[in-house]
């Protein structure tokens, strides 16, 4: 649900000391859903129910199957820092999170599904030697969650719907290692680890309040991360009893979240959703790492805020083989500007979407959607992300600039 | 229905389109300082091996680029040429071996090569490591210079005197000359810690400049400077038994619980030196590991002692000579930078959290004091800048100027690694004759 895939990382590393990275959401579970803007909580007629409204996977008679991806090609720049304007560029990358569902309906009660997909994940790299290497290189995070869940039919017009998550998740963090003001060297430090295991569990209601109108509400909740790993560190010979490295721990909490969306049929041709979406992410107060060889835990703040998103989005039938749909979301940032930094160069964005369904035959349909995120340019006048090194401290200051485009399909099938 | 629908589509992604494109390239480079009634067209640092930017016991370009005159310069946007010598140096330059769990030292085989030994006009740094206030007016090449002529019997020839003046075909031009030839706008000059420093770390305090000789020389230079008629900043001297060359090896021994060694003093006499009031030279590390410095017959010789009595002489002598200076920048309306004062502050708190600054803790000890490189006598790069700074909080005060001060956090590193596996400790921390080539 939330952040796009790639820039929107957790992040992590404290100035003078390797951090980890926690991770960030992705709202992009199926085209039809991001077409709209994302806004499909108070509808989820669609196997992508499975993550927006598990309650909507009652509406799917049958066996119905989905696959799909997006692809995502994030932007992002950054100027200074101050007084310096000069520009680096993050390195372009491609992202493909991926969905796969499966329902099945028991009985006019119970509706059964199996969702596999990535919510969350992250990445960023910028040049190895550029002027905020001491920050970050690189950082990778994915997240694969597998959704066993089940619907309940409580009346015609009241539907429930309950699922576990079970998240396998791999991090990677680098960042260049200063040991300036005194010696003349860079090292370089890179976290690996991974967690096998982590269970969260979600649930949703669908109310048809009026023939026209539903109404849903959806919660999910928080997911811990401890993930495990390695530290390999390079630096001067002279200076690796001071190296960290070695084994490594680090948690992160997900964030719970709940949506409130509401959907409008004025016309039968016509399909008209918005959400809310609540997002709590003061969760994420800080990043440990512990360094289980040297018994050393680094701890950067990372203060995030509670945050939203609001949605809008329309579906029109232009015929009975084609719909047309179109989204707006605007998307409330959680990083405080004083720890902002290039490892998740976040701001407060706009999002804009438009898609088709075209039924293929009676069995088959493709999504096919597309969504531009414009991210406001954000200025840090004040911040405590600095860049110099061990000792030396230079505040990060400077103007981000980021975009991204967002391709997507789904093909859907029912028995 | 459907036309108003695609027109909304339409619209959306026009309005995306327009969105996206904006521009975002409106951000302006900053412009060039002001400074005020001063001019940096043609900017002038006299002095000796701390204007030269000399580091590790070596001059080397990766040094010199943070020179506090080429700092200085940077930040008033002016071109500052100097006489480049490519890494590592001009010989002897020392890089660290073993920092755990102590500290050795490594001394670099190899020697670069003069790279601006073309340049068509005098250099804009004329410090010439080694230079005393007596070379300023006289010295030309190595053999006119203050070693070359005070002791006859063994006279030391110092090249830095050729390599920055360049004299060629019997001409003679001193320092005052090259800056005199230049027609400089902007002048600084720090000379006179020679004339304290050299009898400092060969531990003896009677080879001093003596006080009449020193103020003469002065205002003649002072005297000289003023004919430019131009804006000129003049520095003091720091006290040099601050210096971690003098501070280390007593402090060292003192966290082992060694409260004092055997050494010979100044008067020649042998005694048991405390070492809360004698000072021990980095020199002075390969002699204890020798053996010395334990019993009568066996004492730390008076080279790599500075007892308490020359302490006294030589701060004495010191208090006397910045006195001078002071004295002459205020007769002659020079700027004057109290380096002295700004170095005792940091002393001051140097063992109870430090002096900071951008982030960076400042002290003055050894290595992890981040002012001063490994021979423990010259600035690190982050020293110059801190150094630099000084500079223009006078020149921003006294010539109503605005130029930014350098942030301590932006300098590189500069103490080098020696290449090469780290071995096994290595006693001494310096090998004998690390110190022998250094010119200050």
Known sequence: MKRLYTILMTAVMLMSVPAFGGGFQLNEHGARAMAMGGAFAGYARDLSAIYFNIAGITYLPGVHMQVGTTLITPAASFRGPSPSVTETKMKSQLFYPSHAYFTYQINDMFTAGFGFNNPFGLGTEWDEGWVGQFITLKSDLKVFSLNPVLGVKLSDKLRLGVGLQYNIATVELSRALNFAPTFNGTGKIDLKGDEKGAIGFAGGLLYQATKEISLGLQYRSEVNYKFKGTATTTGPSQLSANLLAGDIEATFTSPQQFTFGVAVTPSSKLLLTADFQYIMWSSYDSLKIDFLASDTTISSPRLYEDTYIVRLGAEYSYSDNLALRAGLLFDRNPVKDDHLDPLLPDANRIGISAGLGYRISDAMSLDLSYLFLRFSERTITKTEISYSGNSGMLPFTGTYNSTANLFSFSLNYKF | ?440
Not at chain 2, 28 to 55: D, E, L, M
Not at chain 2, 188 to 201: Q, V
Not at chain 2, 303 to 308: C, H, P
């Open chain 2, 1 to 440: 229905m459907k036309k108003s629908f695609l027109l909304l589509i339409i619209f959306l992604f026009a309005g995306l389109a327009f969105y996206g494109c904006e521009d975002r390239s409106d951000l302006a480079a900053p412009s060039a300082p002001s400074t005020g009634t001063a001019n940096f067209a043609r900017y002038v640092a006299i002095g000796n091996s701390i204007t030269a930017g000399y580091q590790n016991g070596a001059v080397y370009q990766s040094a010199q680029m943070y020179s506090y005159g080429n700092l200085i310069a940077g930040q008033v946007g002016t071109t500052f040429a100097q006489p480049l010598y490519s890494d590592p140096g001009s010989g002897g330059r020392i890089e660290a071996k073993t920092l755990f769990p102590s500290f050795s030292s490594y001394i670099n085989p190899n020697v670069g090569t003069p790279i601006n030994l073309t340049y068509p006009k005098p250099y804009n740094n004329l410090g010439v490591p080694g230079a005393a206030i007596y070379d300023f007016l006289n010295a030309y090449d190595s053999n006119s210079c203050f070693s070359a002529i005070a002791n006859p019997s063994a006279p030391v020839r110092n090249p830095f005197f050729n390599l920055v003046l360049r004299n060629q075909g019997g001409s003679k031009f001193t320092q005052w000359d090259m800056t005199k030839a230049q027609q400089p706008t902007f002048v600084t000059f720090w000379l006179g810690n020679n004339d304290i420093l050299g009898s400092a770390t060969n531990g003896v305090s009677t080879l001093m400049t003596p006080l009449a000789t020193f103020t003469a020389l002065y205002n003649a230079a002072m005297d000289s400077l003023k004919t430019l008629n131009v804006p000129v900043v003049v520095a003091n001297i720091p006290d040099v038994t601050i210096l971690p060359f003098f501070t280390t090896v007593g402090g060292q021994l003192r966290q082992q619980g060694v409260t004092s060694v055997v050494g010979t003093k100044g008067d020649g006499s042998v005694a048991l030196l405390d070492l809360t009031k004698n000072l021990i030279t980095l020199k002075g590390q390969a002699e204890l590991a020798a053996g010395k410095g334990t019993s009568p017959a066996n004492p730390l010789s008076n080279g790599v002692v500075l007892d308490s009595a020359e302490i006294v002489a030589i701060k004495t002598v010191t208090a006397q000579f910045n006195g001078v200076i002071q004295a002459a920048a205020a007769a002659k309306d020079f700027g004057f930078v109290d380096a002295n004062a700004k170095l005792n502050q940091i002393a001051a708190v140097s063992l109870t959290g430090g002096y900071k600054e951008d982030g960076i803790t400042l002290t003055v000890l050894f290595v992890t004091g981040n002012l001063f490189s490994l021979d423990g006598v010259h600035p690190s790069s982050v020293g110059h800048a801190f150094m630099a700074n000084e500079f223009i909080k006078v020149i921003n005060t006294k010539y109503n100027a605005s130029i930014p001060r350098i942030n301590l956090a932006s300098i590189p590193g500069s103490v080098f690694f020696s290449s090469g596996p780290a071995s096994k400790i290595v006693v001494p921390d310096f090998k004998p004759g690390t110190f022998d080539r250094m010119f200050f």
